[in-house]
C-alpha cells in the first residue's frame, strides 16, 4: 500500500494526514501545527519532519494552502510568510508534491464524499451538476466545480473572497467603522472569523479573543443574527454567479463550530432574499460540510482519481 501525506495549511492552523492509498484511502494519522508559530516555511518543514515517523516513506504530497498559486509559490494573504514548492519537496524529501489552492481540496471532498459528510440546509435533494463552496475560516475561501459531462468535473479554485462585500441600506455606520479601522470591507474582512470579532467591536466597543467566539455567539443574538444575514447574503452572490445545481457548500471552521449560523432561519431568508431570482435560489441544494477532517480526506481523494479522471 502507498502512503501519501495530506496537509492543509490555513491561516490558523496546519493539519496534516498520513494516508495509505490503494483502490481507497485509509487515514492512519492526524498532526496538528499552529501556523503563527511556525514563523517561516523552514520552521513549518521543521515542524512537520518532527512530528512525522521517523524513515517513514511518502510516495506524494498533496499540499493545500490558503492562498493563490502561480507557478509553486504563493504568498497567502492571511500567512506570515511565503511557501515555495520546490523547498517543500526538497525539505520534506517527497519527489511527488502537488502545491495547491485549499479550497480544491473542499471541492474534492464535496465530489467524493458520501452524504453523511454533510447536512442538508435547505432539505433539497444532492443531484448532479456543478458545484460551488464557500468556507469562512480565518478568510473566506471559494472554490467552483464545473460539471463538464456525466462523471466528469474540472474544479476551479479563486479568489473571490477578496471581492468587496456588499453592504445594505441601513448598515453604513459599520462600512465607516471598517473604514475608520483601515479595514478593507471584502468577504475576507467581513464573512470570516476575523469578521466576527470586527463585527462584535463595533457592537461592544470591545475586543473579542478568537477562543471566545463560541461562546460569545451563543450569548449575543444581534451578533449571531447580523453575521448569520452576512453569510446568506456571501451565499446568495455565489449562488447567483455559479448556478451551482449540484449544490452549494459550505465548510470553514467558523461553521464547524458554529453550525447554527446557517442552520438558523436568519440565513435563509438572507440566501433567498432576491426580488427576481428567488424561485431559481429556492433550486440549489444548500449542504453544511460536517466533517472537521474534509479537506484531508478531499486531498487523498484527488490524488485516487488523479491518473482516471484529472479534477485541476
Not at 492509498?21 to 515542524?47: D, N, P
Not at 463560541?214 to 451565499?235: C, H, I, P, T, W
Request: hydrophobic letters at 40%; a positive charge; one cysteine or more.
Amino acid at each position: 500500500m502507498e502512503k501519501i501525506l495530506v496537509m492543509d495549511i490555513g491561516g490558523t492552523n496546519v493539519r496534516c494526514g498520513a494516508f495509505g492509498v490503494e483502490h481507497e484511502a485509509q487515514l492512519l494519522e492526524t498532526y496538528e501545527l499552529s501556523t503563527e508559530k511556525l514563523g517561516s516555511l523552514q520552521g513549518l518543514i521543521r515542524g512537520l519532519k518532527d512530528r512525522l515517523p521517523k524513515n517513514e516513506n511518502f510516495g506524494a504530497a498533496i499540499i493545500g494552502v490558503a492562498g493563490p498559486v502561480y507557478r509553486g509559490r504563493t504568498r497567502p494573504p492571511n500567512i506570515p510568510f511565503e511557501i515555495r514548492l520546490k523547498e517543500l519537496r526538497e525539505g520534506l524529501q517527497i519527489h511527488d508534491v502537488a502545491l495547491l489552492n485549499d479550497m480544491v481540496l473542499y471541492a474534492s471532498f464535496c465530489l467524493f464524499s458520501p452524504e453523511e459528510g454533510f447536512i442538508s440546509i435547505n432539505k433539497r435533494p444532492r443531484k448532479r451538476g456543478s458545484l460551488c463552496i464557500m468556507a469562512p475560516g480565518t478568510g473566506f475561501g471559494v472554490a467552483f466545480v464545473l460539471w463538464l459531462s456525466k462523471d466528469h468535473y474540472k474544479i476551479v479554485p479563486s479568489e473571490g473572497g477578496h471581492s468587496p462585500f456588499p453592504f445594505r441600506e441601513g448598515e453604513e455606520s459599520y462600512l465607516r467603522y471598517l473604514k475608520e479601522q483601515g479595514i478593507e470591507a471584502s468577504y475576507d474582512t467581513v464573512v470570516s472569523g476575523k469578521g466576527i470579532k470586527r463585527l462584535y467591536g463595533f457592537l461592544n466597543g470591545k475586543e473579542l479573543r478568537s477562543e471566545d467566539i463560541s461562546e460569545v455567539l451563543s450569548e449575543q443574538k444581534m451578533l449571531s443574527y447580523a453575521f448569520s444575514r452576512f453569510l446568506g447574503r456571501a451565499a446568495r452572490h455565489l449562488a447567483l454567479t455559479y448556478l451551482p445545481y449540484g449544490g452549494l457548500f459550505l465548510g470553514g471552521g467558523v461553521l464547524m463550530k458554529n453550525p447554527h449560523l446557517v442552520l438558523d432561519s436568519e440565513f435563509r431568508s438572507e440566501f433567498r432574499d432576491s426580488q427576481k431570482m428567488k424561485g431559481l435560489l429556492r433550486k440549489i441544494p444548500l449542504w453544511l460540510i460536517n466533517n472537521p477532517q474534509a479537506t484531508l480526506w478531499g486531498g487523498a481523494w484527488l490524488y485516487l482519481n488523479s491518473k482516471k479522471n484529472p479534477l485541476i
